[in-house]
DNA sequence: TTGTATGCGTTATCAT
DNA sequence: ATGATAACGCATACAA
């Protein structure tokens, strides 16, 4: 394979001058890069990006570390953060950590391998504990949920106040007795707890009673477990007319168990989910839901890390941002 | 930030030793081991991946080019092959091509630019014209349709039968008249174009006559687009009983369009996907579709790929794995 | 405008 | 069991 000697070597000029024409650089006379470019093509030169990164300290490559792309809100934030990434091109290396505590943090030790120039990490299995290990040297921004106030920049969804207006949205079409469907609620900053918390506030706030009864915490946040529940409710009788759904796959596994359960939506029961992911309007019924802008928070989300980047010299205050929402009203809320 | 020479001074041993240490070799007697760990440990020490890269000439990286992860069978597919090549100790950067031609090219020419150790190239937009571009001298494996025969190991769904055996489910759970639902027949090899013929060679085993106004294009195999389109063919009065969809994602929009139809399944049409994707299980009614076993054609992909990648001297001959497939048989079909 | 010399951090080879 | 040396391919100061 043809290094940058050997094309010098046959264009008759230094390595330096070939850098240069490879670089885009000016000062190099028209004729002189004609007779590089010649050679360039007719060794099939490449460059090693090895050489290059090794000697510029940067890979051009960022990491992202997530559970698994498979789940409809990653797939969703790793297709929005890789398109985010192209416009600075940077590429994108995905680690799935399966919301393995162990596992974000080995995306994070990678990172310190200056394997990436900057890591973006969706924290799920790590905690407030966890914040002294972001504690490091070199771009990480947190999107995402669980850490709060940690050493580094911080994208996050607004969990409360979206989940606080899909809550009022149920009430204000006619429940009254509205159900959580929710992960475990292990401590006050996951997105459970978070979602659930918005949820309290907008029963309080519409003078309803908060009946524990309604509150549904599921082992896993999977479609599975979401429809076992909703048949198990009924099977129960508990008696409720609206559930808010954490995540639309929890959403997508409760109409599939109330339909389980000969339960009409929206006659019977209204329900909404949390981040309108493309299916949310195909399904019949069409899913009520909550918008996050997930395009904006991987923009966001990289930029930031981009700026970090960049920066030389003492730090910058880290910077918090939470995205925008909106409520997207269908069907299953009788929109 | 230290380096291995400062671990060394640090240590009191050589650069050579570090490394050693560092890579797990014999011959190095425990004390020194304890002694360059524990300056390893004070120095906060981390290898230079960029460094090792270009020192060993491999970069411990695979590329995955696919049109785009939030795609349900993409996203499937990029968490398997992701889950794969981390047995090999491989990581997996990730390229969205947008299923443009140009940009798969483009991620060829990334891969040949020794950026990544090899790539596991997904071609939508690339055609049979394109074969010359894949004579590269380094490690290529297609998955996917599009391009068969071509110069590198192929991996490819068994799309012809298992269409045929969909349709063939229709027939025998009685429909007459089955439509399929699928994107421009480009040519003789792309996606749309394998399955439909399944979904003709399997009319043609029952005795059913293949009517041309059966056959509906989609300019996209979207949900939307499907589901315009199911409309469409009621709206039309077009006279079917059965529907063979060649994606899921297709399915999914033509459920949500006969729903809108007031048309039920599978009472009054029958329905059948492609892809066993997720939520397929989940929605109301149920879908009936075709499971590929995307996690053994990933499987096989990588392991295809680190073969090639270990192999020295004369190539071996391209190797073609077409996957398994199974029926899952749900609501959509009466199942 | 072009060339020379040097170093980025690591590991393979060979020597001790 | 450990060390000295060189080289991987590129880009940057600096010189010309």
């Known amino acids: 394979m043809a290094t940058i000697q050997d094309v010098a070597k046959a264009a008759g000029v230094s390595a330096m ?43 051009g490559t960022i990491g992202l570390a997530v559970p698994e792309v498979n789940r409809p809100y990653y797939g969703r934030l790793a297709a929005a953060v890789i398109t985010a990434a192209g416009r600075h091109s940077l590429r994108v290396s995905i680690e799935q950590t399966g919301a393995r505590r162990e596992d974000e943090l080995a995306a994070l030790t990678l990172s310190r391998n200056r394997l990436y120039d900057g890591l973006i990490l969706s924290t799920v299995g790590m905690g407030q504990a966890d914040v002294e290990a972001l504690e490091v040297d070199h771009p990480v921004v947190i999107l995402g949920e669980r850490i709060f106030g940690g050493p580094v920049d911080h994208v996050a969804m607004p969990n409360v106040a979206a989940s606080a207006a899909a809550t009022r949205h149920l009430v204000e079409r006619g429940c009254r007795r509205v159900a959580v469907i929710c992960g475990e609620l292990r401590d006050e900053v996951d997105v459970s707890s978070l979602r659930h918390s918005g949820y309290r506030q907008a029963l309080a706030g519409a003078g309803l009673a908060a009946d524990p009864g309604l509150v549904q915490s599921l082992p896993a946040l999977t479609m599975d477990a ?4 909703a048949r198990a409710m009924m099977a129960e009788g508990l008696d409720f007319d609206g ?47 909550v918008d996050p802008d997930h ?12 700026a970090r980047m960049g920066r030389e010299g003492p730090p910058a205050a880290q910077e918090e941002f939470v995205g925008p929402f909106s409520l997207v009203v269908r069907e299953s809320t009788g929109g």
């Open 17 to 59: 001058t070939v850098s240069n024409v490879l670089n885009d650089r000016p000062h190099v006379r028209p004729a002189t890069r004609a007779r590089v470019l010649e050679a360039m093509a007719r060794l099939d030169y490449r460059v090693n990006v090895a050489a290059r990164n090794l000697r510029k300290g940067r890979t």
């Open 226 to 229: 979401a429809a076992r529940r």
């Open 243 to 289: 559930v808010f759904c954490v995540t639309d796959t929890v959403a997508m596994g409760v109409l599939r168990g109330l339909a389980d359960a000969g339960v009409r939506v929206p006659e019977q029961v209204r329900v909404i989910g949390f981040d309108n992911v493309d299916e949310s309007a195909f399904l019949v019924p069409s899913l009520s839901t």
């Open 295 to 306: 395009d904006l928070m991987a923009e966001r989300a990289v930029t930031l890390l981009v």
